[in-house]
């Protein structure tokens, strides 16, 4: 089955390191794009990639970084930069330039300790 | 910067018709206007679009107006798996040449159905 995967569902880290997110699809969509979520808060995008080897800085990207050498994989990266690292964090996907429905992962819940 | 505003909360008895507004007042004329949900702890999950006619499919129906400023989502018959924070959004028909596209979500509506 097509799909958007994200993984771990819960990471713990200490604070200070450096952690890297996973998100696979394999839907052929174009763009992904990473969120995070606070309680009670909605959707706040921190990076976005609308081709391989190309990604836009989000609302909210600092503190975050991004690569995406695969069409299918678009990573996020918490670095020790990012002051307040513990949200749930959700990838999506789309199809680039027809609009289409986006996809989304289940997310993953980080907690910094 | 999302184009579309949401009230953030509303209650419906369940098995009466839940009817969330949006206004979306600065909508282009090559802008869908989509639907999606979260509940709890999980992914959104797309509901419905529609670009100026009404539209309608197993989950619910997308009334938009006549001018596009504003729609509203039906969910005919609540049920309490209906509680969740509602989104909605708008979206390039077709991508502008060489542009990008951001989906922004904004804060969406929180609808508790109550039994």
């Known amino acids: 089955d097509g799909g958007i995967t994200q993984s771990p569902k819960y990471l713990f880290r200490k604070e200070g390191q450096n952690v890297t997110l996973s998100c696979e699809q394999n839907?052929?969509?174009?763009?992904m794009y990473w969120y995070r979520q606070d309680p009670g808060q909605g959707l706040r995008l921190i990076y976005y990639?609308?081709?391989?080897?190309?990604?836009q800085k989000g609302d909210i990207a600092e503190g975050y970084s991004v690569s995406r050498e695969k069409k299918e994989s678009f990573p996020l990266t918490v670095t020790s930069a990012q002051k307040n690292p513990t949200a749930f964090y959700l990838c999506?996907?789309?199809?680039?330039?027809?609009?289409?429905?986006?996809?989304f992962g289940q997310g993953t819940r980080l907690t910094v300790v | 910067d999302a184009k579309t505003t949401q009230p953030p909360s509303m209650d419906c008895a369940e098995g009466r018709a839940a009817n969330l507004p949006c206004n979306h007042s600065?909508?282009?004329?090559?802008?869908?206007v989509y639907w999606y949900r979260q509940i709890h702890s999980q992914g959104p999950q797309y509901i419905i679009h529609g670009l100026k006619n009404n539209e309608t499919n197993e989950m619910a129906s997308l009334i938009i107006t006549e001018d596009r400023k504003s729609s509203t989502l039906i969910l005919p018959h609540a049920t309490l798996r209906d509680t969740a924070v509602y989104y909605c959004i708008v979206r390039f028909t077709i991508t502008p040449q060489g542009g990008s596209e951001k989906l922004v979500f904004g804060k969406g509506m929180k609808l508790t159905v109550n039994p």
């Open positions: 990639s609308q081709i391989v080897n190309d990604f």
């Open positions: 600065t909508i282009s004329g090559n802008e869908y």
């Open positions: 839907l052929n969509h174009d763009a």
């Open positions: 999506a996907s789309t199809y680039r330039g027809l609009s289409t429905e986006a996809f």
